[in-house]
């Protein structure tokens, strides 16, 4: 799991017990967020457990990823800041099992384990046209992405209640 922030309780004792039930669950932190904003209390009862916990590189202005990857088969892409009130606030999470997004997800996670490890900001060569990734390609794929356009770039869904005669 990569994440920006980590404060929510019902998702620490989720890690918690996968865990202690053998899963190899491993965490990626904003550094920033990590050392400033994440108490004692998130962190000892995941240390205790064994669950890896590192903070990200400092190569990095900060590490605001949201994903993680489950078995290597089910990738999690997600706008949730695991804060506390996460659910009341307007996000979304999109579940893949496309292998071609896992296994790009998972070689930027092992990068990104290795590049806290020594200060680092090497990004692995990237090839799944679906993802965009900072800061090595985010810009121009989104570019590329908005140019793609050929009628509108959000497209409300009208029914009967929003037609006007």
Known sequence: MMKFHLTTTAVVDALVAAAKRGVDVQLILDAGNLESHTPAAITKPLAAAGVKVVASSPAFQITHVKSLVIDGTTALVM?????????ETRDYAVVTHDPGVIAEFTSVFEADLENAKNGTGVTPELHDANLAWSPVNSEGRL???????QKTWWSRRRTSATRRS
């Open 79 to 87: 706008s949730l800041n695991l804060t506390n009130k996460f659910d």
């Open 143 to 149: 570019v590329a992405f908005i140019d793609g356009a």
